[in-house]
């Protein structure tokens, strides 16, 4: 079974609160989180915030409860699009998830072709679950316009993820696909709507360097730390070797 | 070969198919608060439940019948039993709680089962000599 992630904990400029949210997240049982940076097209003179390396978060990251493999952190982008570009985002942008805003009463409802054409060339939608949290007409809004995107959709290719500011607003897995429930998806479309959709995902997003999953590019490092190792051994020991 | 005198009698059984033996279903939750000093009783908590329930169910689902079988107060964790009808409503009420007198707080489920001696143990804690 694919393991759970959650891909969308809004980066925050406070280092302690993130680092709560990420341990919070591990020991709820999830093995990969996304920290997402949101950039918005509209406002002029932005700059898009340099995406953190993730080892500067953590010194050891926290072990995810249940398994004994700690928990993976992954970066993310978002755009913010204007309306009119729903249609060409579904079908032309090279991107990997949709992100269904859930902030507003969307005025136009999801056609069915866009949306079909999404799912052909593997394009997930998202749905953020916090705004349910914090307030009932974000609820209602949330709970709507889930249930019409289903409707197009017919669950397929769907994934539900918090964005979690702080750490008592996430859920756990188990409870997310309760939620899949409520929104219309079936029993097992919401079991993957965390897990097997997320990991569709991440190898979308990663494979869309490699032309089409050929190619492969690795960081190459090892010479140099063989020679490093090299320095560091002792004199003693190297002595002992030469003599052998 | 088969003896004339003998008569072959047919097998007979009998099988028994339980589909679902319990009528309830029954769930671990605890309570993790922002503040974390502040305690609740156990009619409190459950007219919190009721109150979420209301929240997204509005007075039909708020007034589905679910019991508090057990609340101990120190960590706040306790068993709430519900009918098998009223699981995704109830679990789903408990997931989308996000207050509690103006303070953040969360519901989390450790387990959830059909049956009430399952959540007396946790393969994941157990401790093997």
Known sequence: MAVFMDLNITYTTDKKRLQSVIETAAHLGYSTVAINYVVDLQQKKQEIGKPKCVLELFDTFPMVQGKSRPIKVLNRLTVVASDPSHFAACM????????????EKQPFFFKRSPVNGA??????FEISYTPAIRDSTMRRYTIANAISLMETCKGKNVIVTSGAEKPLELRGPYDIANLGLLFGLSEGDGKAAISTNCRAVHLHGETRKTALGIVHTMKKDQPLTVRQEEEHVPPSKRAKIETV | MRRADIKDEPATYERLVYKNTSVYHYMRISLVLENESATLSAAQLKQLIVSGLRDLYGEVGGAFPFDLLKFDESTLT??????????????????LLGSYQEELCFFRVTQVSPFLLTLSGNSRE???D
């Not at chain 1, 799912?119 to 997930?124: A, C, L, N, Q």
């Not at chain 2, 068993?79 to 995704?88: K, Q, W």
């Open chain 1, 92 to 103: 032309t942008f090279d991107v990997d998830i949709i992100c269904v805003a859930v902030t």
């Open chain 1, 119 to 124: 799912i052909e060339r593997g394009v997930f």
């Open chain 2, 78 to 95: 306790g068993v709430l039993r519900v009918y098998n009808s009223g699981l995704v409503k109830l679990w789903s009420a408990l997931t």
């Open chain 2, 126 to 128: 157990l401790e093997l």
